[in-house]
């Protein structure tokens, strides 16, 4: 029977070593795959439960569900069909009336502030190059 010799050492290492790695990978692979599987049915889930949700507001909002609710509420809910005179066409509303803003309002504001009209201060800032003679 021959000796090992370190070539024979070195090749059972590697081996070793690469089922190591193979093992690892795979159970990295496996922790990766149940996560996604689990992302996957808690998405499904959700998406039940907006089709529920969805199906709920359908049944909430039928007219004959709403009518009976209105009938049940009528003297907290002074509400009436629209008649067909309440309806109008864009032409027919009136202008739309000019913004008469007060000049008041303005004023007071330039009062607090301590000045007369709205023009700029001699400030100047960084953005605002400042011209010879100012």
Request: charged share 25%; glycine share 4%; aromatic share 6%.
């Amino acid at each position: 029977m021959k000796m090992f010799r370190l070539r024979d050492m070195l090749m059972i290492a590697i081996i070793v070593y690469a089922v190591g790695y193979t093992y690892t990978a795979k159970h990295r692979t496996d922790t990766t795959l149940e996560e996604i599987a689990s992302v996957e049915r808690e998405i499904q889930r959700r998406k039940n439960a907006i089709e529920i949700l969805e199906t709920d507001w359908s049944l909430m909002t039928q007219p004959h569900r709403l009518q009976a609710h209105l009938e049940t509420f009528k003297s907290q809910l002074p509400l009436e069909p629209l008649r067909p005179d309440q309806y109008a066409r864009v032409e027919q509303l009136p202008p739309r009336p000019l913004d008469n803003t007060s000049e008041e309002g303005l004023d007071e504001a330039l009062a607090i502030l301590g000045r007369d009209n709205l023009s700029h201060d001699a400030l100047m800032t960084g953005s605002i190059p400042q011209e010879a003679g100012q």
